[in-house]
């Protein structure tokens, strides 16, 4: 049990495309999804009713095309630790990105997670 004052959440579920501009035109006219955020053709940030969409483009793309849930964490290398002593297994070590430091892991069961926090 996490007893931390600041849980993970889920800040995005990242869902790799090859074309970003394409997949925020796709989303938007087919969900009426509104675009949050947009870092040319790397990333989208889409308004899911509460949960972020997050399009990655193929420089982006840290699961090998592979949907994830992402949970953000206060500290990633924390949050590793305890992920890797419940079971779970690293596939990425954590590196800084644009925009925050990310790794990626698989939970016991094989699902790929991406684990972020702040740089």
Same mark, same amino acid.
């Given at each position: 049990?996490?007893?931390?004052?600041?849980?993970?959440?889920?800040?995005?579920?990242?869902?790799?495309?090859?074309?970003?501009?394409?997949?925020?035109?796709?989303?938007?006219?087919?969900?009426?999804?509104?675009?949050?955020?947009? &870092?040319? &053709?790397?990333?989208?940030?889409?308004?899911?009713?509460?949960?972020?969409?997050?399009?990655?483009?193929?420089? #982006? &793309?840290?699961?090998?095309?592979?949907?994830?849930?992402?949970?953000?964490?206060? &500290?990633?290398?924390?949050?590793?630790?305890?992920?890797?002593?419940?079971? @779970?297994?690293?596939?990425?070590?954590? #590196?800084?990105?644009?925009?925050?430091?990310?790794?990626?892991?698989?939970?016991?069961?094989?699902?790929?997670?991406?684990?972020? @926090?702040?740089?």
């Amino acid at each position: 049990m996490n007893d931390s004052p600041n849980p993970a959440k889920i800040g995005n579920v990242l869902h790799p495309v090859a074309d970003v501009s394409s997949a925020v035109q796709f989303y938007a006219a087919t969900f009426g999804l509104p675009t949050k955020f947009v &870092d040319g &053709d790397r990333y989208a940030a889409l308004d899911a009713g509460g949960t972020t969409l997050a399009l990655v483009g193929p420089e #982006e &793309d840290v699961t090998d095309g592979v949907p994830a849930a992402s949970f953000k964490v206060p &500290d990633v290398a924390a949050a590793l630790a305890a992920l890797v002593a419940g079971g @779970g297994t690293v596939v990425r070590q954590p #590196e800084h990105g644009p925009h925050e430091v990310r790794a990626v892991a698989r939970d016991p069961w094989g699902n790929t997670i991406v684990v972020y @926090g702040p740089q």
